[in-house]
């Protein structure tokens, strides 16, 4: 029986692998109207057609995706819901808002804020979630929107270069190249910092004109509540669903409250507010790609609800600390009395296995990191994580956090995987000996000129093909090489901060514009003249590092 279901001619095939190729990565990076199909579904469409015309035989199909990055990027989400219902926004947002005297102290704080969540939540959660909070705090203090929109872009991807699991193309260059992640830390860490550090400054100067004739005079913790900017936002909110074809009351209706008494106690307000037409709101994650910008992205939707207080934006910043102190309240009186008689006390225990429950998402990330830095499988210690917080959530239906999967985004890596092995079958030896001259294969004897050249290109087909098809086409050659180590982090810096040379260049832009249309519209040139020099100086600094410290 044939392992295709035509039988092409040896000589053809290659022209069939070009055609199929080149318009499926059109029809995935271009949005053509009144077309809804999708990225996914144009990867689907295109991979199905290799495999369909023999390009790429059936038997191989297991082989040619790449599972460690798929089990990574499942388990990365899962565990991204988890700290979202854990409230890391709103202990960011504290930290973000708590005393902010200045309009340069705010741009500061975003850019750090944004960055180093970006490391560890990926760019495009962090830019959903950051930019509605950022948006609020200019509105009540009358600071422009524009200086913030740039550092929560800019900094976010930057500052997810750092780590393996920062975005997509370092998930599947750390899995792709064999990389170590305490390897891919020390090295990229450094550039990563560099680069937040120098495009802070450039934001610094570049808008200090226009901030200098700003001040804040409120205090922002108690102007501004996560729950009330959640009700401010559901006009935004409602337009971004509307235009994305989210079925979001389906989705209400599957995450349901799971505490009886909750929903009895609140049967009055919701009454009140499905009156009032108002309606849940969905912060977290969204697939823009039908109708919109063709955007995927890589984050964790979340459920937000009038009726569901247990939610991370849905709890008012000033009522954190003196709920967590009420907390304390029983495990504090055991402090009261002598520390030996405590021991004999199974209650003070049980109270310190309650706090370690509490604190459980917490320890769970720790122990993951560990578990990074001593080597361990990145995707399956993750998943281990995510399986221990399962068990101990044990009562709650899981299908939230099954649902907190970007099912459609995992399909859309799955087909490019295929897509691309199909094209590398039949054009590796001609693409190859073109890009070869210029890729830096010795780490020894380091050629400058070669660097230099190989940079420049990754940022200029980062922005035409997309950073993740251009990152998984260079992998199988990149392998077949067997080229040093460095030149896979160089690949991973550069792919990642070409993100920030235009609007279009990185998702994460993309969904900053994208929630932001309601109160300032980011224009193509207005991100360029920033965008432009910011990437090529980011670029320049961080390349050189990238070289030295993977050579120590």
Same mark, same amino acid.
């Given at each position: /029986?044939?392992?295709?279901?035509?039988?092409?001619?040896?000589?053809?095939?290659?022209?069939?692998?070009?055609? $199929?190729?080149?318009?499926?990565? =059109?029809?995935?990076?271009?949005?053509?109207?009144?077309?809804?199909?999708?990225?996914?579904?144009?990867?689907?469409?295109?991979?199905?057609?290799?495999?369909?015309?023999? #390009?790429?035989?059936?038997?191989?199909?297991?082989?040619?995706?790449?599972?460690?990055?798929?089990?990574?990027?499942?388990?990365?989400?899962?565990?991204?819901?988890?700290?979202?219902?854990?409230?890391?926004?709103?202990?960011?947002?504290?930290?973000?808002?708590?005393? &902010?005297?200045?309009?340069?102290?705010?741009?500061?704080? *975003?850019?750090?804020?944004?960055?180093?969540?970006?490391?560890?939540?990926?760019?495009?959660?962090? &830019?959903?979630?950051?930019?509605?909070? !950022?948006?609020?705090?200019?509105?009540?203090?009358?600071?422009?929107?524009?200086?913030?929109?740039?550092?929560?872009?800019?900094?976010?991807?930057?500052?997810?270069?750092?780590?393996?699991?920062?975005?997509?193309?370092?998930?599947?260059?750390?899995?792709?190249?064999?990389?170590?992640?305490?390897?891919?830390?020390?090295?990229? *860490?450094?550039?990563?910092?560099?680069?937040?550090?120098?495009?802070?400054?450039?934001?610094?100067?570049?808008?200090?004109?226009?901030?200098?004739?700003?001040?804040?005079?409120?205090?922002?913790?108690?102007? #501004?509540?996560?729950?009330?900017?959640?009700?401010?936002?559901?006009?935004n909110e409602k337009e971004i669903k509307q235009e994305n074809s989210l079925n979001y009351n389906k989705l209400t209706q599957e995450n349901s409250i799971q505490n009886n008494d909750s929903i009895n106690n609140n049967n009055t307000n919701s009454? %009140? %507010?499905?009156?009032?037409?108002?309606?849940? $709101?969905?912060?977290?994650?969204?697939?823009?790609?039908?109708?919109?910008?063709?955007? #995927?992205?890589?984050?964790?939707?979340?459920?937000?609800?009038?009726?569901?207080?247990?939610?991370?934006?849905?709890?008012? $910043? %000033?009522?954190?600390?003196?709920?967590?102190?009420?907390?304390?309240?029983?495990?504090?009186?055991?402090?009261?009395?002598? =520390?030996?008689?405590?021991?004999?006390?199974?209650?003070?225990?049980?109270?310190?296995?309650?706090?370690? $429950?509490?604190?459980? *998402?917490?320890?769970?990330?720790?122990?993951?990191?560990?578990?990074? =830095?001593?080597?361990?499988?990145?995707?399956?210690?993750?998943?281990?994580g995510v399986s221990i917080l399962m068990m101990i959530e044990h009562n709650n239906d899981i299908g939230e956090i099954i649902k907190s999967v970007d099912w459609e985004l995992l399909l859309f890596f799955s087909g490019l995987f295929v897509l691309v092995d199909g094209f590398d079958r039949q054009f590796a030896k001609e693409a190859w000996t073109v890009l070869e001259p210029f890729v830096p294969l010795d780490d020894k004897n380091i050629n400058?000129?070669?660097?230099?050249?190989?940079?420049? /290109?990754?940022?200029?087909?980062?922005?035409?093909?997309?950073?993740?098809?251009?990152?998984?086409?260079?992998?199988?050659?990149?392998?077949?090489?067997?080229?040093?180590?460095?030149?896979?982090?160089?690949?991973?810096?550069?792919?990642?901060?070409?993100?920030?040379?235009?609007?279009?260049?990185? !998702?994460?832009?993309?969904? *900053?514009?994208?929630?932001?249309?309601?109160?300032? !519209?980011?224009?193509?040139?207005?991100?360029?003249?920033?965008?432009?020099?910011?990437?090529?100086?980011?670029?320049?600094?961080?390349?050189?590092? !990238?070289?030295?410290?993977?050579?120590?």
């Amino acid at each position: /029986m044939s392992n295709s279901v035509f039988n092409l001619n040896e000589a053809v095939k290659p022209y069939f692998a070009l055609v $199929i190729f080149i318009v499926s990565l =059109f029809l995935i990076c271009v949005k053509i109207k009144n077309i809804n199909i999708g990225r996914a579904g144009y990867s689907l469409i295109g991979a199905t057609l290799m495999v369909m015309f023999g #390009i790429v035989p059936p038997k191989e199909i297991g082989s040619v995706v790449n599972w460690d990055t798929i089990i990574l990027l499942m388990s990365m989400m899962m565990l991204s819901n988890y700290m979202e219902k854990a409230n890391i926004w709103g202990l960011a947002s504290n930290v973000l808002l708590y005393k &902010c005297k200045t309009p340069f102290v705010f741009l500061i704080r *975003v850019c750090i804020i944004s960055a180093v969540m970006s490391s560890v939540l990926t760019n495009d959660t962090v &830019c959903v979630t950051l930019t509605p909070i !950022v948006i609020k705090a200019c509105e009540t203090t009358s600071l422009p929107y524009f200086p913030y929109l740039m550092a929560v872009a800019t900094s976010a991807n930057i500052g997810s270069a750092s780590l393996p699991v920062g975005n997509p193309q370092n998930m599947i260059i750390a899995t792709a190249g064999g990389l170590e992640f305490l390897n891919f830390f020390k090295v990229s *860490v450094v550039s990563s910092f560099l680069g937040v550090l120098l495009n802070s400054v450039l934001l610094y100067f570049y808008f200090k004109k226009n901030l200098s004739k700003f001040e804040i005079t409120v205090d922002l913790t108690k102007q #501004i509540s996560l729950k009330s900017l959640t009700k401010n936002n559901s006009r935004n909110e409602k337009e971004i669903k509307q235009e994305n074809s989210l079925n979001y009351n389906k989705l209400t209706q599957e995450n349901s409250i799971q505490n009886n008494d909750s929903i009895n106690n609140n049967n009055t307000n919701s009454n %009140n %507010n499905n009156n009032d037409n108002s309606e849940d $709101i969905i912060t977290g994650s969204y697939n823009i790609d039908n109708n919109s910008s063709n955007i #995927i992205i890589i984050s964790t939707p979340t459920l937000y609800s009038e009726d569901n207080e247990d939610r991370l934006l849905d709890v008012d $910043i %000033n009522d954190q600390n003196s709920s967590n102190n009420n907390n304390d309240g029983k495990f504090n009186q055991y402090n009261k009395n002598n =520390f030996f008689e405590n021991l004999k006390n199974p209650k003070f225990y049980l109270e310190i296995l309650k706090k370690l $429950i509490e604190i459980r *998402v917490s320890i769970i990330l720790f122990l993951i990191l560990v578990g990074f =830095f001593v080597g361990l499988h990145m995707g399956f210690t993750v998943l281990f994580g995510v399986s221990i917080l399962m068990m101990i959530e044990h009562n709650n239906d899981i299908g939230e956090i099954i649902k907190s999967v970007d099912w459609e985004l995992l399909l859309f890596f799955s087909g490019l995987f295929v897509l691309v092995d199909g094209f590398d079958r039949q054009f590796a030896k001609e693409a190859w000996t073109v890009l070869e001259p210029f890729v830096p294969l010795d780490d020894k004897n380091i050629n400058i000129f070669k660097v230099f050249i190989f940079s420049i /290109m990754v940022l200029v087909l980062s922005n035409v093909l997309g950073n993740v098809p251009l990152v998984l086409s260079l992998s199988p050659r990149l392998l077949d090489a067997n080229v040093p180590n460095f030149t896979w982090l160089l690949l991973a810096f550069v792919s990642t901060v070409a993100g920030n040379l235009t609007l279009v260049g990185s !998702v994460a832009n993309l969904i *900053v514009a994208e929630k932001a249309k309601a109160h300032h !519209v980011i224009g193509f040139l207005e991100y360029l003249k920033f965008g432009v020099p910011s990437t090529i100086l980011v670029v320049l600094i961080g390349v050189p590092i !990238v070289v030295l410290m993977s050579s120590i």
